[in-house]
């Protein structure tokens, strides 16, 4: 238990559908992340968030919108998705956005049919 | 291209033995540089760091040792036990404005046999 939950922990979609990741964390930290695994890559960081503020959008397609409403949630918005995007979410937080000492939900592992 | 590489995707140790995981960067900014372990179905965990001012950090019976003039770093696990059986991602930020931004090697699966 790192404190750091992810739901769902699956999710199959069509790619004309629209599904939204979420990302709750208990740590009382100032940042969240939003982290992407494809198979045989490493982790690529995809946005970052500093106190509900966008502070990254790591080039990532806008078929991928996140949301931050406060600094304990994180959601991560899906639609008209590639099968490409089939890969492993991971959210992390951390006590600020400088450290690099991320704590890590368990993935919600997407598929894109 | 890669600026995190660790070079060996398996490594199979004995239990008791030493575990050297390996790990190369190629950007000279990088100044902070972490390892996280990763057990299936669960997201990585951190383990140890060190900073480019140090060339060695020690918790417990995991060691990293950085040689920054050949841009390597490693992680000992003395004595390595079963439940050490992970993969182990290497990570490296920058100083300056993006030194959030963790690069990420594509991890090294550790067996360690009983």
């Known amino acids: 238990e790192t404190g750091v939950t992810q739901t769902p922990r699956h999710l199959v979609m069509g790619m004309t559908n629209k599904k939204s990741l979420k990302c709750e964390q208990h740590?009382?930290?100032?940042?969240m992340y939003w982290y992407k695994q494809s198979a045989k890559k490493p982790l690529e960081l995809m946005f970052v968030y500093s106190l509900e503020e966008r502070v990254e959008n790591n080039s990532v397609p806008s078929r991928f919108s996140p949301e931050c409403p406060n600094s304990s949630h994180l959601f991560l918005h899906l639609h008209t998705l590639q099968p490409e995007d089939s890969a492993l979410y991971l959210c992390?937080?951390?006590?600020?956005?400088?450290?690099?000492?991320?704590?890590f939900g368990e993935g919600s592992r997407l598929t894109v049919l | 291209d890669q600026q995190v590489k660790q070079n060996s995707p398996s490594l199979s140790v004995q239990e008791g033995r030493i575990s050297i995981l390996n790990c190369d960067y190629t950007?000279?900014?990088?100044?902070?540089f972490l390892w996280y372990k990763k057990y299936p179905a669960e997201g990585p965990t951190f383990l140890i760091s060190?900073?480019?001012?140090?060339d060695k950090n020690e918790d417990g019976r995991f060691t990293v040792f950085l040689n920054k003039s050949a841009k390597h770093l490693s992680l000992h696990i003395v004595p390595s036990q079963p439940g050490d059986s992970a993969v182990y991602f290497c990570a490296a930020s920058g100083s300056g404005g993006s030194n959030y931004k963790l690069t990420f090697g594509k991890g090294t699966l550790l067996t360690v046999n009983p």
């Open positions: 060190i900073s480019s001012i140090k």
């Open positions: 950007n000279s900014m990088f100044d902070y």
């Open positions: 992390a937080s951390s006590q600020e956005v400088a450290t690099g000492e991320l704590f």
């Open positions: 740590l009382g930290h100032n940042a």
